[in-house]
């Protein structure tokens, strides 16, 4: 059985950096895709990137796209999302998952397993 532990949340000033991880446990990831999603309390959960495991192809929101930065080290069967230059509009909750195969799915349903969420707050 797969588990996925999130951290790094917290409170950061507008401009601020934080970084995420996501440590995996239960099997190596060969040909899989972890993703991070964010929801903000009443709204959907919302795609913020992608990474391929085996070929580490990436794939990010426009909303995220030139302050955010998806990773992994395959090693440590490891991802990390490192979020610079946030916004208030970033506060969410944050979650990474993980799903068999590649290709690009966007959709919370494509996806087998889920970490517990790590609270990202960003002050203005």
């Known amino acids: 059985q797969v588990q996925l532990v999130e951290s790094g949340g917290g409170l950061v000033q507008a401009g601020g950096s934080l970084r995420l991880s996501c440590a995996a446990s239960?099997?190596?990831?060969?040909?899989?895709?972890m993703t991070w999603f964010r929801q903000v309390s009443g709204k959907e959960r919302e795609f913020v990137s992608m990474i391929y495991w085996s070929s580490q192809t990436t794939y990010y929101a426009d909303s995220v796209k030139g302050r955010f930065t998806i990773s992994r080290d395959y090693a440590k069967n490891t991802g990390y999302l490192q979020m610079n230059s946030l916004l208030p509009e970033d506060t969410a909750v944050y979650y990474c998952a993980v799903r068999s195969g590649i290709g690009f799915a966007r959709d919370p349903t494509q996806y087998n397993y889920w970490g517990q969420g790590t609270q990202v707050t960003v002050a203005s």
């Open positions: 239960g099997r190596t990831f060969n040909d899989h895709t």
